[in-house]
């Protein structure tokens, strides 16, 4: 008999909307100089969400884990032949597919990131600017086809993997869930997040300084 389990812990869940969000507002505000500290600052929180969900891949519950979705090459080309069968292999946690998709997101997102920060910080050329573009219409293209995925495993499986990620509950046998929410670490992570927003304006960025000087330089000429 089946029921409805808890399999991703709260944690799990806060960085999965958090990091689509501050991709999104990334990705939206790239090309804006008014948007540009927000554009920064969501950066530096793509990179925080990932530096955590690192860590919790190795200390999490038991589908949190990096070692409950590491599949092979061979499991991930079977599962993707499954799918024209229309009867995949059921997963109480992420199937191969899926698995595949969040090692290249989390490998992308580092790359996005960094990259973004480098140019920001005007710590290389044009060069760096031309990685962190390409990385991040990289990733988009994967988001794309992760979302693509969800959607076709909801319809196959007949369950909604969106609700599940914000429930954390999936139809699995008695004993498969986990037993902890986490609810405090994930309030944690809310908490930092909101605190680097706060704190993130009264800093003096190095685009506010390029500001100054200009509005200094300008003050001078008059």
Known sequence: MHERVLVWDAPT???????????????????????????????????????????????????????SFLFSPREIVHYLRSLLTRSPRHYLGHNPAGSLAIFLLLALGIVTGASG?????????????????????????????????????????????VRAMVTGRKLGEPGQGIRRRHALVAALVLA????????YPTLDTPATTRAQQQHGGNDERG
Do not use: P
């Open 117 to 161: 920060l480098g140019v920001y910080n005007d710590w290389g050329g044009g060069w760096l600017e031309e990685v962190h573009e390409g990385a991040a219409f990289a990733m988009l293209g994967l988001v794309c086809v992760h979302i693509a995925g969800v959607v076709v495993s909801s319809l196959l499986h007949r369950e909604n993997l």
């Open 13 to 67: 869940r806060v960085f999965h909307w958090l990091l689509a969000a501050s991709f999104a507002g990334a990705f939206l505000s790239a090309d804006s100089e008014r948007l540009r500290d927000l554009h920064v600052l969501l950066g530096y929180t793509l990179l925080g969400l990932i530096g955590f969900r690192l860590v919790w891949g190795l200390i999490g519950t038991r589908y949190a884990r990096f070692r």
């Open 192 to 199: 930092t997040v909101a605190g680097l927003w706060v704190w």
